[in-house]
T-cell receptor
């Protein structure tokens, strides 16, 4: 059983389209992370949010704690947005926090 | 600039050899993690550490070993006991293991191929 589920797995969009990536989780959390993995393999943190909505440039992340669901939106998509987007949740164990990751959404934006 | 440095970026290993992947951070983070990434799967935790000279096994620790002799360094050794070591390995850090609001920082990854 995967604690974190993402959809869709793959997404192809035309440049300029509005994109939505979804993340659902099955456990109680206090925060959720959205990450971006670029084609070279490195990962950068996009958002960490525990309620409501956050916006950075053309990226918007929302979370509904009661429904255990988060979405990542990209407005006016551009080919440079092509990457794998991963959501992650921290779970607390007695030995400390561990993160559980979705399998990622591979986004390709075509010019 | 603060960040995490992993090396080497690409590594080839013959069967039966141990290899060590380097991970260094200058973020002054207490918590460090090693993950393995395989195609079609989410990141899986190998080992993590919250303090110098202490580390814990993750979900897939068999065939791997780590050390944490310095706060900024958390090297991973892939031993010959790891039956399927070909994968992409990512090192990460966060401010502390008991902070759920800690942002995760990742290195650029190391791609290991067994010949």
């Amino acid at each position: 059983k995967n604690e974190v589920e993402q959809s869709p797995q793959n997404l192809t969009a035309q440049e300029g389209e509005f994109i939505t990536i979804n993340c659902s989780y099955s456990v109680g959390i206090s925060a959720l992370h959205w990450l971006q993995q670029h084609p070279g393999g490195g990962i950068v943190s996009l958002f960490m949010l525990s309620s409501g909505k956050k916006k950075h440039g053309r990226l918007i992340a929302t979370i509904n704690i009661q429904e255990k669901h988060s979405s990542l939106h990209i407005t006016a998509s551009h080919p440079r947005d092509s990457a794998v987007y991963i959501c992650a949740v921290p779970l607390y164990f007695h030995t400390g926090n561990q993160f559980y990751f979705g399998t990622g959404t591979s986004l390709t934006v075509i010019p | 600039d603060g960040g995490i440095t992993q090396s080497p970026k690409y590594l080839f290993r013959k069967e039966g050899q141990n290899v060590t992947l380097s991970c260094e951070q200058n973020l002054n983070h207490d918590a460090m993690y090693w993950y393995r990434q395989d195609p079609g799967q989410g990141l899986r935790l190998i080992y993590y550490s919250q303090i110098v000279n202490d580390f814990q096994k993750g979900d897939i620790a068999e065939g791997y070993s780590v050390s944490r002799e310095k706060k900024e360094s958390f090297p991973l050794t892939v031993t010959s006991a790891q039956k399927n070591p070909t994968a992409f390995y990512l090192c990460a850090s966060s401010i502390a293991l008991d902070r759920v609001d800690g942002e995760l920082f990742f290195g650029e990854g190391s791609r290991l191929t067994v010949l």
